[in-house]
């Protein structure tokens, strides 16, 4: 019997332990486990520590630091509004947002790291003409957003609404993810790439790096911008470059929503930092910042509040968010037994970590899966294809 979660594992170590015995290994050091991640961010680190929660021994392959890539270049809005959001993805967007302080709860209360969510809410200005409400939106007008913000430009005078939104710090996020893993025991290999998924007899045996072969029946593939480089399943993911900058504001009362206009966003931290972005660029794996396209971001969020033209430029930077061609995230089973993805989430990444972890768990120990997750399912680009 392979029910439950228990049953799940020992199935799939019997699967695997036969699969094994007609595979010869040279020279390498196996390891085994009963899931490795591939990809060490946010989405990869959520989902270590809900297979945990499971009982599962569960590995994190990173190429570089755990948390450095697009988690780590992340603003940390927690959008979740019909303007911004995919049709398809607003039942996860919102059950992930509602999901948020517990998140962040359970994993301040274990790591001990301070994670920054900020409930003030958000200050939306559309390009629409002034007094009409951007649609889709379930949000206040507010016939003065200066009441709300008062170093907002007098000048500013389009349609505006407030949104009951939070915003987190990614980093400071990451960081407790990361400590949380570490104390259930989740192991990590940093800095060795991983090479290839294995197969033997057409399943997942295990993921084998540079230096070190790992080994265990389920491999999720959590690399985000990197995802479709490892095979044998391709994914249609590319790098997307989003560059952005952060700010010493003048006080730390200077702003206390976040604030999005058409043309930038502003992002406050508990610490008096504002963060200001972000361009959308087709730039390959270049992370290198313009520092034309810097200032230009600058001026913008100057013209929303012009007391940042005093403000100290503490540092910039790029970020590669993982894009697919629809914009939605690639979840669930590929065809190769054992093999399971979880990447493609773009600039939601950070708001859709805490639902991605819940549903990925249910689907890998085959539990009951609390929401349809079809339409993410990665052969919907093999149905286009053919």
Same mark, same amino acid.
């Given at each position: ?36 991640? %591939?990809?060490?961010?946010?989405? $990869? ?20 630091? #755990? ?20 049709? @398809?993805?607003?039942?996860?967007? !919102? ?19 301070? %994670? ?19 649609? &889709? ?32 710090? #990614?980093?400071?996020?990451?960081? @407790? ?39 265990? #029946?389920?491999?999720?593939?959590? =690399? ?6 490892? $095979? ?16 010493? =504001? ?28 972000? !361009? ?11 520092? &034309? ?15 940042? +033209? ?31 993805? +979880? ?10 970590? #805490? ?32």
């Amino acid at each position: 019997m392979c029910g439950g979660l228990a049953g799940t594992l020992n199935c799939r170590r019997r699967a695997v332990n036969r699969v094994r015995s007609t595979a010869v290994f040279y020279n390498v050091v196996v390891k085994s486990y009963d899931v490795i991640i %591939v990809g060490g961010g946010i989405i $990869g680190l959520s989902l270590a520590i809900a297979l945990r929660k499971g009982g599962a021994r569960v590995l994190v392959v990173e190429k570089g630091e #755990p948390g450095r890539e697009a988690s780590h270049a992340a603003a940390g809005m927690l959008v979740d509004c019909g303007v911004e959001t995919p049709a @398809a993805l607003q039942t996860l967007a !919102t059950a992930s947002a509602r999901m948020y302080r517990e998140f962040v709860h359970e994993l301040e209360n274990e790591s001990g790291v301070r %994670v920054d969510l900020r409930s003030e809410g958000t200050i939306l200005f559309s390009s629409t003409r002034q007094g009409q409400r951007p649609a &889709d939106v379930a949000g206040d007008a507010l016939q003065n957003p200066r009441k709300l913000e008062p170093a907002l430009a007098p000048t500013r005078n389009d349609a505006a609404i407030y949104l009951k939104e939070r915003s987190v710090d #990614p980093r400071a996020l990451v960081k @407790a993810a990361l400590k949380t893993a570490k104390h259930r025991e989740v192991d990590f290999s940093s800095g060795d790439p991983a090479a290839s998924v294995d197969l033997a007899d057409g399943r997942v045996i295990g993921v084998s790096a540079a230096k070190t072969s790992f080994s265990a #029946p389920i491999v999720v593939n959590c =690399a985000g911008a990197w995802s479709g480089q490892l $095979g044998p399943a391709r994914f249609p993911t590319r790098p997307v470059r989003g560059q952005m900058l952060a700010v010493a =504001a003048p006080s730390r009362t200077l702003l206390r929503h976040v604030v999005r206009a058409p043309e930038i966003y502003l992002v406050p931290r508990s610490d008096g930092r504002i963060l200001i972005g972000a !361009t959308v660029e087709e730039a390959g794996f270049d992370k290198r910042t313009d520092p &034309d396209t810097i200032h230009r971001l600058h001026q913008a969020a100057v013209g929303l509040i012009p007391e940042l +033209a005093q403000a100290r430029i503490l540092e910039d930077w790029a970020g590669l968010r993982p894009g697919t061609p629809d914009d939605l995230p690639i979840l669930g089973a590929t065809s190769v037994a054992g093999y399971y993805v +979880a990447t493609g989430h773009f600039r939601d990444g950070i708001l859709l970590a #805490p639902v991605t972890a819940q549903l990925m768990a249910q689907v890998v120990m085959g539990g009951k899966i609390d929401y349809d997750i079809s339409a993410f399912s990665v052969a919907r680009f093999a149905t286009r294809a053919a």
